[in-house]
Nanobody, 121 residues
């Protein structure tokens, strides 16, 4: 089970760091993806990281502003979000699985509650 946290309200241009904590000791075996869903829109891929952090992928809209990382000793993944824009607002989710599949949120049938990110102008 994965639990997202760290969301909040931030001014445009500000930063937030999201966490994705796992209660499962098998967490290091899986790649982790971050996703977001804005009101009225479909859930979309944001970023992903391999099991051993040797590769990462980013959606074009966040590349250069967001950084995904993980600490397998803490069973936690992170999403550092800088230079936030209004269009970054939404509920952010994480999920774990095979790295090759993480780009498509429809790959997953189960999601956590997510964490809300609000960006004020």
């Amino acid at each position: 089970q994965l639990t997202e946290s760290g969301g909040g309200t931030v001014q445009a241009g500000g930063s937030l760091r999201l966490s994705c904590a796992s209660s499962d000791r098998t967490f290091p075996r899986y790649a982790v993806g971050w996703y977001r869903q804005a009101p009225g829109k479909e859930r979309e891929f944001v970023a992903s990281i391999t099991r051993y952090s040797d590769d990462t992928k980013y959606a074009g809209a966040v590349r250069g502003r967001f950084t995904v990382s993980r600490d397998n000793t803490a069973n936690t993944a992170y999403l550092q979000m800088n230079s936030l824009k209004s269009e970054d607002a939404g509920v952010y989710y994480c999920n774990a699985g095979a790295y090759a599949n993480l780009g498509n949120p429809k790959y997953f049938g189960v999601w956590g509650q997510g964490t809300q990110v609000t960006v004020s102008s």
